[in-house]
């Protein structure tokens, strides 16, 4: 079975700080790797994810993360919060060939002062 | 236009009573998903279809019934609501199970009085 652990589940910075979320997955095959953002009353939305290939990955909004196989992470991170990324923040893992079943982790909720 | 549509957005009904909630997609995609968010923000998937085909079925009261009429739409159908089910309903939906991302509703907000 697959699962997501994610450790920080809430998250103050001010504007500028920089970010990281951790987040640990458990599964014994490969992976697909995501992190989606659910912003206040939204639905949540792709930031980016991991396939195969280079293990660094950018996404939408200045947003990175990388894959660090042999600690089985996917820590997301941003050089500069701004206000607007306070959201809901969630990890999600797929194991390859077992279809488009996604783990998700319990989510980190950020929140960015002025 | 509205990738992923659910209806409806809030639902407010008491217990015993039975409800449905829809989804349609505009995206061309053939595969469906439910999951539900608790009051704790935890995302759990719930079932998935693949033209129309269940291929995901979590472990879920049998009080929860999906129906898809066809690749483009997802129902979801609760007999006998609890107050465990109040809760945040997301429908989802992502093109084959080549572990595409999936792309997301908007959600239904879910209240059992």
């Known amino acids: 079975a697959q699962s997501v652990s994610q450790h920080n589940h809430h998250v103050i910075l001010s504007e500028a700080a920089s970010l990281e979320l951790g987040c640990n997955y458990s599964?014994?095959?490969?992976?697909?790797l995501f992190w989606y953002v659910q912003y206040p009353g939204q639905h949540l939305q792709l930031l980016l994810k991991?396939?195969?290939?280079?293990?660094l990955v950018k996404g939408i909004k200045g947003f990175e993360a990388e894959f660090i196989k042999s600690k089985f992470s996917f820590n997301l991170r941003k050089p500069s919060v701004q206000w607007s990324d306070t959201a809901e923040y969630f990890c999600a893992v797929n194991g390859k060939g077992g279809g488009n079943k996604l783990t998700f982790g319990t989510g980190t909720q950020l929140k960015v002062e002025l | 236009d509205t990738a992923v549509s659910q209806t409806p957005k809030y639902l407010v009904t008491q217990m015993g009573n039975d409800k449905s909630i829809k989804c349609e997609q505009n995206l061309g995609h053939d595969t469906m998903y439910w999951y539900k968010q608790d009051s704790k923000k935890f995302l759990k998937i719930m079932f998935s279809?693949?033209?129309?085909?269940?291929?995901i079925n979590e472990t879920v009261p049998n009080r929860f019934s999906p129906k898809s009429p066809d690749k483009a739409h997802l129902n979801l159908h609760i007999n006998s609501l609890e107050l465990g089910d109040s809760a945040v309903y997301f429908c989802a939906s992502s093109q084959g199970q080549s572990n595409q991302p999936q792309h997301f509703g908007d959600g239904t907000r879910l209240s059992i009085l």
């Open positions: 279809y693949n033209n129309k085909e269940l291929i």
């Open positions: 991991y396939f195969s290939g280079d293990p």
């Open positions: 599964y014994g095959g490969t992976v697909n």
